[in-house]
Every structure is written in structure tokens, then in C-alpha cells.
């Protein structure tokens, strides 16, 4: 068998084996992000199928998993990554972007700093320096807007009074890796903490640039990329986006950030299409992105941050349920519904593998990191949606222990009727006119 | 009536008005064109007990459904002062012989003396529809004329 025949039939069995997982993880409900970095596990380093050769001297040169098609896989998630964040950015226009900015910048700087926080420290406490602490705190301050806007669709909360409360903290925290992927970029390329400042304020400068530009000539843009037959639609979508990607890569701006920013420039009916036809495609390359990720990481390092990352997951679990009660409070939510609120934010997924993915290949950091994010994703990204689903439950049963005391008052400090109070006043500030 | 409008980032708009028992009811417009319609719990105010996702048709079919009464009652009012005259609406269904026919081929006047004064379909109303007006399944007509003409265009709509 020739090189060629042999990538085919890797690159086939792999692609067989995570559709056989996205199917599993479709009938149980679950996201199949969680499922594909097991798999990646499962076939990769350390693996089931490699993990015989325990000489570490030797595993590294010649057992190289699937090596015949490394080259590809490798292109192939980056390319994920790109469009990852392409779609993430073509979800949102830039005047949703700048409304949810305004409607949720408090409890979006509340959500950096409860969640930030505890993986900035942990990644000091192992020791793995300033990168290793930004890398950490990254990881667990990203919520998953991707699993989180299905699971709300699923358990049918959409109407909900706390779902556009949540959906402005993702669209927040969104905005806000915007700027930190660029500091992320500079600091693991080894730069000072002057050059990352200076990172920063290039960053901030372009997500200004790119709403204001977004703003202004958002039908200009979708004119330039729209064309009338799919074909060359896809092609100069996809182009663009890679182009836009690898110059953004070049500035030091990191790819996906270039990609974001020009999926949030395109709006209107061709980011529609633009997502309807660029969905395939993301699924593809994230999944294998995804598979990838968990085939660099050696599962024989897992045990060592396994706690570490059970901690984590505890910790930030709590947190994110504290900003989602504290935001949903301020928007006069009842006590079920600030419960409902919280336990969405605790979900995590495919950016905080990206983050990981990206302080892995930059070879700048520790491979630990790569095992802790993949245990700490599939805790979050499995217990979130639970926790989401049994919510309801927990904060109807929190809101009666809160009624017991209160005698008179009715759970949520509304008037008897059921009425919420200060609903409108809820809806009014969210309200675009 | 106030709509509330509210935006969900990333994934559309929530439109909802308030009930006199204080729920809401509205709905979800996906921004890929599909439609959920939402009802809020009396019991907690955030939540929703429904989320009913529709298709075009059934969307359309629904509104037609909740507009006719208004629209029956309008007229009503109307030829109040005619006695022995009233309006019914009337849904067109599956089994009707008359669908995908022309009004026209109900014969309807001729045989019941009674009027069809309008076609809703898709959250439309079409006024005064003439004898080539295509009738669907679903339709919602709207006929004025007396009790027993009525009784009869119920009968040969449904034969």
C-alpha cells in the first residue's frame, strides 16, 4: 500500500469512528464535543492502539499516530479553528454585538472576574507561569454559546425571561476573546508583558474598527462576498475567511480573531447563507480538530491533573452559577429562573479547546495543560447541560426554603397574582426600540 | 396592544404581548425563519410551560384561526340592524370536496343564497373572493346569510 492509500483509509476510519460518536451523543442529548476528544484519546498517544509502547524513549520518533496523515489533520484543525469562529462571528451582527455590550457589560465584567480568577491561580499554583495562568483563566472563563443556545433550544427556554440575560454574557464573553486571543498569541510567542499590552491595545483597536466598520458598511461587505449560485459562494466565503485568517495570523492577531471579526462584519441574508453553507464544512474540520486535540494528548498524563481538574470544574461551576444568579437578579428574574441562569453559564466546550489548543501547538506550554483542559472540558461540557436540565427543580426548591422564613412574602418577591412586578422594566431595557 | 419586542443575540427575536391574567404569550422567530410559539407559566413568570415549535403553514393556519372570530364579529356588527342575517366562519377541511376547485364551483349562492364575504389564508384576508378564487385546504371562509342558509353552506362544504 502507497502513502496515499493508507492516508484514505486512516483518514476514513477516523472520520467513521467520530460519526459513530455524533450519533451516539445526538440520542443520549449530548453535545458530541466531549465525546470526540474521548475518542481522540482513545486512538491517539498513550491510546488504546499506541498506548503498548510504553518506552518513552521510542514513542515519540517511531509510533507516531496515524502519521501518514499528520500533515493534513494538522491544516485541517486549523482550518476548524478558523471556521469555529467564523460561524461563532457570523451568529452575531454588529449592532446585536454593541446592543448586548450595552445591556450586559456589568455582569459581563462580573463573569471575567468570578471566572478568570480561579484558573488564572491554579495555573500559577502548578507553577506554569504568567502564559500558563492567562492559558488557565481563559479556559474557564469561556462558556460554550454553541452548546448552551441548543440546550436552552432543547428544554424549550427559549421565551424565558433569563435567556436573553444569558445570551448577552455569551455575547460578551464572545467579544471579549476577541481581545484576549491577541494577548494569548503574544504571550505564549514569548513576548514581555510590554509587547502583550501592546498586543492589547492593537486588539481592542481592531474589534472597535471592525464594529464601527461593521456598523457602517455591514451591506457593503455582504455585497462584496454574496454571490447568487452556492458554488462560488462557498469559495469566496472560505477564501476570504482563510485569507483574512492567516493575515490576521501574521499581525500577530492570532487566525481566529481574524475570522470572528469578519464573520461579524458580514450580516443580514448572506450571513445566512453564509452560515447555512459553511455548517457542513465547520463540522467537519472542528470535529477533526476536536479528535485531534485529544490525540496529542497522552491519557497516561491524565491522572496527574485529574483533581486539579475536578477543582476547577467544581470551582468555576459555582462561579458561573454565582454570575448567572447575580445578573439574572439584577434583571428582576425570580429565584428558579436566576438557578436556570447560572447552571447554563457553567457549561464549557469547544473555545476552551481552542485556548488549550492554541497554548499546545505554540509548544510554549507544558503538554499538562492539553490533559487538564480535556478533563476539564468533558466534566463541564457533560455536567452543565444536567446541571441546566434539573435547574428548574434545584431553584423552585431554593425559592421555597427562601419563602418558609419569609411568612407572607411569596417566593420571589413578586406580587401573589404571579405577576412580575419589575418585568417590564426588564424587557424594556433589553428592548431595541 | 404593546408587543414586546426582545432580542436573543444569536439566535433571533422574542415578540410577546401580555395576557389580563399577567402570562405572556408571543413568539420566537428563529433568525432561519422558523417560529416557536411561547406561553409563560402562571406559576413562575420567567419560565414558559410551552415552546411549540411551527412550521410556515402551521404558523399562518394559527393566525388564521385566531383572526377569523374578530373579523366574524366585525361584521356582525355590521348588518346588525338586518335581522334574521348572521356570519359564520367556517374552516375548509382535508376531506371538503372543494379543495383545489374554484369558488365558483361551490355554487354556493344559487344553492344556499348565502355569501362568502371573504377568504383567510395564511394570515390574510382576501375580501370579496369571485368565482375563480382557488379554495385550499385550511381556508377560513367567512359567510353572511341567514340560519338556514348557513346550516346548508356547512352541509355542502363538508359533503
Known amino acids: 500500500m502507497n502513502t496515499t492509500t493508507l492516508a484514505l483509509i486512516e483518514l476514513g476510519a477516523i472520520l467513521l469512528l467520530l460519526g459513530g460518536l455524533g450519533r451516539f451523543a445526538a440520542r443520549i442529548g449530548m453535545s458530541p464535543v466531549p465525546l470526540y476528544l474521548l475518542g481522540g484519546l482513545a486512538i491517539g498517544y498513550g491510546g488504546i492502539l499506541f498506548g503498548r509502547d510504553l518506552n518513552p524513549m521510542t514513542h515519540d520518533s517511531e509510533l507516531v499516530p496515524f502519521q501518514d496523515i499528520s500533515e493534513f489533520t494538522h491544516l485541517a484543525s ?17 449592532r446585536e454585538l454593541v446592543t448586548g455590550m450595552r445591556a450586559s457589560w456589568r455582569a459581563g465584567l462580573v463573569d471575567l472576574v468570578l471566572n478568570f480568577l480561579p484558573g488564572a491561580v491554579a495555573g500559577w499554583l502548578l507553577g506554569w507561569g504568567a502564559a500558563g495562568a492567562v492559558v ?20 424549550g ?49 481592531v474589534v472597535a474598527i471592525v464594529l464601527v466598520v461593521g456598523l457602517r458598511f455591514g451591506p457593503q461587505i455582504s ?60 463540522d467537519l474540520f472542528a470535529a ?60 464549557r466546550g469547544e473555545f476552551s479547546i481552542v485556548i488549550a489548543g492554541l497554548a499546545v501547538t505554540s509548544g510554549a506550554m507544558a503538554t499538562d495543560v492539553s490533559a487538564l483542559a480535556t478533563a476539564y472540558v468533558m466534566s463541564l461540557a457533560v455536567i452543565g447541560p444536567v446541571l441546566t436540565r434539573y435547574a428548574d427543580g434545584i431553584g423552585r426548591a431554593a425559592a421555597r426554603r427562601q419563602s418558609r422564613p419569609a411568612g407572607a412574602q411569596t417566593a420571589s418577591g413578586r406580587a401573589p397574582d404571579g405577576r412580575a412586578a419589575d418585568g417590564r422594566a426588564t424587557d424594556g431595557e433589553l428592548s431595541l426600540d | 396592544m404593546t408587543v414586546y419586542e426582545t432580542p436573543l443575540p444569536g439566535i433571533g427575536s422574542r415578540k410577546e404581548i401580555e395576557l389580563r391574567d399577567g402570562r405572556r404569550i408571543g413568539i420566537v422567530s428563529h433568525r432561519d425563519g422558523h417560529t416557536e410559539l411561547i406561553v409563560s407559566s402562571l406559576e413562575d413568570p420567567d419560565a414558559c410551560v410551552a415552546s411549540v415549535p411551527l412550521s410556515h403553514e402551521e404558523a399562518a393556519s394559527l393566525g388564521a384561526l385566531l383572526s377569523a372570530p374578530r373579523l366574524v364579529a366585525q361584521l356582525e356588527d355590521e348588518h346588525a340592524e338586518v335581522p334574521g342575517i348572521s356570519t359564520r366562519q367556517m374552516v375548509l377541511a382535508s376531506d371538503s370536496p372543494f379543495v383545489g376547485e374554484p369558488l365558483g364551483v361551490t355554487r354556493m349562492r344559487t344553492r344556499t343564497a348565502a355569501s362568502i364575504v371573504a377568504v383567510i389564508r395564511a394570515g ?32 355542502i362544504l363538508s359533503l
Open chain 1, 223 to 282: 455585497r462584496f462576498v454574496a454571490s447568487p449560485e452556492q458554488e462560488t459562494f462557498l469559495l469566496k466565503v472560505l477564501g476570504l475567511a482563510l485569507l483574512v485568517a492567516g493575515l490576521a495570523g501574521a499581525l500577530q492577531v492570532s487566525a481566529g480573531v481574524g475570522a470572528f471579526l469578519l464573520g461579524i462584519a458580514i450580516s443580514g441574508a448572506t450571513a445566512h447563507s453564509a452560515r447555512d453553507l459553511l455548517e457542513p464544512l465547520r
Open chain 2, 124 to 155: 390574510t384576508t382576501h375580501p370579496s373572493p369571485g368565482p375563480e378564487f382557488l379554495l385550499e385546504e385550511g381556508d377560513v371562509l367567512i359567510i353572511v346569510g341567514t340560519n338556514e342558509g348557513l346550516r346548508r353552506a356547512a352541509e
Open chain 1, 78 to 94: 486549523e482550518i476548524g479553528v478558523v471556521l469555529l469562529l467564523l460561524m461563532l462571528g457570523l451568529e452575531y451582527s454588529a
Open chain 1, 288 to 347: 477533526l480538530f476536536f479528535v485531534l486535540f485529544g490525540m496529542n494528548t497522552d491519557p497516561r498524563t491524565l491522572p496527574p491533573v485529574l483533581g486539579w481538574a475536578l477543582l476547577l470544574a467544581l470551582v468555576t461551576a459555582l462561579t458561573k452559577i454565582a454570575t448567572g444568579y447575580w445578573a439574572a437578579r439584577r434583571a428582576g428574574i425570580g429565584t428558579a429562573g436566576r438557578w436556570r441562569a447560572g447552571a447554563a453559564l457553567t457549561i
Open chain 1, 157 to 205: 427556554r427559549l421565551g424565558n425571561r433569563e435567556t436573553p440575560v444569558v445570551l448577552s454574557i455569551l455575547v460578551f464573553e464572545d467579544l471579549a476573546m476577541a481581545v484576549y486571543l491577541p494577548v494569548l498569541t503574544a504571550l505564549l510567542g514569548g513576548l514581555t508583558v510590554a509587547a502583550g499590552a501592546q498586543a492589547l491595545g492593537v486588539a481592542l483597536l
Open chain 1, 136 to 155: 488557565l483563566g481563559g479556559i474557564t472563563y469561556i462558556s460554550s454559546s454553541g452548546i448552551i443556545a441548543k440546550v436552552l433550544g432543547d428544554l
